[in-house]
C-alpha cells in the first residue's frame, strides 16, 4: 500500500547503503567489474503528465488503487463528483473478486471508515480526497461537511 513517495524514500535508503558497501569494496579491489545492460530487455516509460490521474471506473480495483499510490504526490488521481474535480489521495481494495456489483463509479456504501465504490472488477474504498481547492482530509471529514452522501464517481457534468 505504499507511495511513490514511501517507496522512493525506501530506495533512497536502499541505495546509500548499497553505494557506501561499493565504495568500500572498490577501495578494497573487490568489487566485480561492470556487467553491461541488455537493451532488449530496456523499456520505455513515458513522461507524467496531469492527464494520467484521471481514474477509469471501469478498471479493476487493483488498477485504480494502484494509480492512487503510483501518482502520490504528483499528478495524483483524480476524478468528478457532481462535476467538481476531486483528487483521491488513499484508497483500498475493499473487495477485489467482485464483478457487476454495481455501474462502475456507483458508490456502493459510504461510512467513517470510507467510501465504496464499485470498479469494473471489484470495490474500491476511498480513504482520503481533497475537493480541489481545499485541504486533504480523511473521508470521515468530508462526509461530515457534505449534507448527503455522494452516489457516485465520474466524468464532469455537461453544460447546464
Do not use: C
Amino acid at each position: 500500500d505504499a507511495t511513490s513517495v514511501e517507496v522512493e524514500r525506501a530506495l533512497a535508503a536502499s541505495g546509500a547503503t548499497l553505494l557506501v558497501e561499493t565504495l568500500d569494496r572498490l577501495d578494497a579491489g573487490d568489487a566485480v567489474p561492470e556487467i553491461p545492460q541488455d537493451d532488449r530487455l530496456a523499456t520505455y516509460a513515458a513522461k507524467i503528465v496531469r492527464a494520467d490521474g484521471a481514474i477509469d471506473w471501469s478498471a479493476p480495483a487493483r488498477d485504480i488503487h494502484n494509480l492512487v499510490r503510483g501518482l502520490h504526490p504528483w499528478p495524483h488521481a483524480f476524478t468528478h463528483l457532481a462535476g467538481e474535480r476531486v483528487l483521491i489521495h488513499r484508497t483500498a481494495v475493499h473487495r477485489e473478486d467482485s464483478v457487476g456489483l454495481s455501474v462502475p463509479g456507483r458508490v456502493v456504501a459510504s461510512s467513517t471508515e470510507g467510501i465504496d465504490v464499485a470498479t469494473g472488477r471489484g470495490v474500491l474504498r476511498i480513504l482520503e480526497i481533497q475537493p480541489e481547492g481545499k485541504r486533504v482530509m480523511p473521508v470521515r471529514d468530508w462526509l461530515a461537511g457534505r449534507r448527503t452522501a455522494p452516489s457516485a464517481f465520474g466524468e464532469p457534468a455537461g453544460p447546464a
